[in-house]
Every structure is written in C-alpha cells, then in structure tokens.
C-alpha cells in the first residue's frame, strides 16, 4: 500500500514538473514572439514625386527614388523600435499622393518642392500665391544653392507633422549632387520625426 502511494506520488509530481516546464517554455516563446513583433514594427512612407519649382534642371522621378532610397538606408536605428520603409508614389500633387499613399497602406506621406533659396527681402510667386522663397542663414551667394522644401504629414491626421527645408551647394551645373545631397537631408528629418514618440491620431 505505502509503495503504490509512493509510486502515486512521484507520478503527480512528474506531472506537475513536466506541465509546469511546458508551461515555462510557452510563456518564454510568446514572450520572445511578442518582443520580436515590438521590435519589428513596419512604418510605411509614401514619397511623392517633387515638384521643381527651381531654375536648375531636375530628375523629379530620379529625386523621388534618390529620397526613397535615402529613407530606405535610416530604416533602422537602435534606439528605436520602429522600422521605416520608404513606398514610391506617382502622385506629386498634396491630395493625389496623400490618396494614392492610403491605398498602398501608408502611415505617412511626404511631399517636397525643389525651389531656389531667396535673395533676402525677394518675394515671389508660389503654388499658394505671393510668399517669400526660403532664407538659408549665412548664405553669401543664393543663386548657388538648391533647396528642398518638405512636408511630412500622418495619414488620418489632417496635419502636417513637420515641415523644413533642406538646402544644399549646388554650382554652376545642374542640380543633380545638390538635390541628392538635399533629399539625403530630407530623409534624415523625415526618419527623426517619425520616430519620435507621439499620442495616436485622433479619429
């Protein structure tokens, strides 16, 4: 009778030992699942076309692909659990890019206008009327800059989530180096404010 118990016992206790370590390794299993889901997060970016508003001479599809590119290279940064990948639109249009980033799943879309850095006090006609050209601070010599205007917003959002503008020397040439080295700038402030810790948008 005693040894029968005994047999019992060790048993139940083989039992529990066995479902406790199932138990032990399924909660390290979802607990790495859950951890690795956290740190794989995707953020989608859909880069529209630009619009060259400047007097040099720019590949606006070869500068939407130079800024997807560069978008592309920051998608990981080790003290951020976001990854970011960089989507390219056919839109260049506000709107048109905004719909058509929705429809590729999106959660941001950026947009840039490539523009000549103004003489200071110039004023000049825009896409939203009479505005002033962008002042590069310490810029002796205006006309050889090139500069990227660039907005980011959140989809859902309605708003803009930051806006700047990224200038760059360009010569006397054409501005391919000098938009590439801007788009390079862009891609850079555009993968910093995507990473910052922000509320949800509201709905």
């Known amino acids: 009778m005693n040894r029968t118990c005994l047999i019992l016992v060790s048993v139940v206790c083989s039992a529990v030992l066995l479902f406790s370590n199932l138990g032990i390794a399924q909660d390290a299993e979802e607990s790495k699942a859950s951890k690795d889901s956290k740190e794989e997060k995707v953020i989608h970016i859909g880069v529209a076309v630009p619009i060259n508003h400047s007097r040099r001479i720019v590949d606006t599809a070869w500068a939407r692909l130079q800024l997807a590119r560069e978008i592309k290279l920051l998608r990981k940064d080790k003290h951020s659990p976001l990854l970011i990948d960089a989507v390219a639109l056919d839109a260049s249009d506000r709107e048109d890019a905004i719909d058509e980033a929705a429809k590729k799943d999106c959660d941001y879309v950026v947009t840039t206008l490539v523009v000549d850095p103004a003489v200071p006090g110039e004023v000049r006609v825009g896409p939203g009327g009479l ?18 205007q660039f907005v980011l917003l959140r989809l859902g959002s309605g708003r803009n989530l930051a806006e700047g503008t990224v200038a760059a020397p360009s010569g006397q040439s054409d501005g391919i180096e000098a938009a590439s080295e801007a788009m390079r700038g862009v891609a850079t402030r555009v993968a910093h404010e995507v990473r910052k810790a922000r509320p949800p948008a509201p709905e």
């Open 131 to 148: 505005q002033r050209g962008p002042q590069i601070i310490g810029n002796a010599n205006p006309q050889q800059n090139l500069a990227v």
